[in-house]
């Protein structure tokens, strides 16, 4: 009775460990499928109740995931095809994202602005004298609008009207970087 009570259990293990695992290829293959195609659960693959809970709470968030990647997508199209001069521009000075403007204003491709510091691209003398201070002002945390004549690249002089906008990274106080908008 010991020996055959033994062997039920035995397989009774064997069995509940053959679903656990195969609920659980379901969930690590869906993780690994968020890497490369965004496909969701389907749930009739799902045996336990319990991982049936979780496969929606994934799909759930999946969802919300393939939402936000799309607005970010529309956000990036506005912003990369304004002639507004729009920035954004890290604690070192140097620029990690930049409008259309920015490209016709240089005339260079966004490759030679991006990863660039302002220093390189308007010279360190005007950086120092005219736009080190007003990013000091952002990145100490103020909004504030400036106007001032702007020599471009090309020699020729026009007048801007600045705004600067600190930007805080979730769960900071003090930002990490600021955002110009200037026309």
Known sequence: L????????????????HKIKRDLGVFIRFFDSLVESEKTIHLQEIKFLEFETLARHANTMLEE???TRIDLERYKQIVSSSDELLSFIDQSYTYLAISEG?????DKPKEEIIGKRLAELF???YFERHLKGLGERALAGESFENEFWLKSPSGEYQFLHVKYFPYFESNLKEPTAYIISAH
């Open 102 to 106: 920015y490209v016709k204003f240089f």
């Open 65 to 67: 995931k393939k939402k």
């Open 123 to 125: 010279g360190e003398e």
């Open 2 to 17: 010991v020996i055959l009570f033994t062997v039920l259990l035995i397989f009774f293990y064997l069995y509940i460990s």
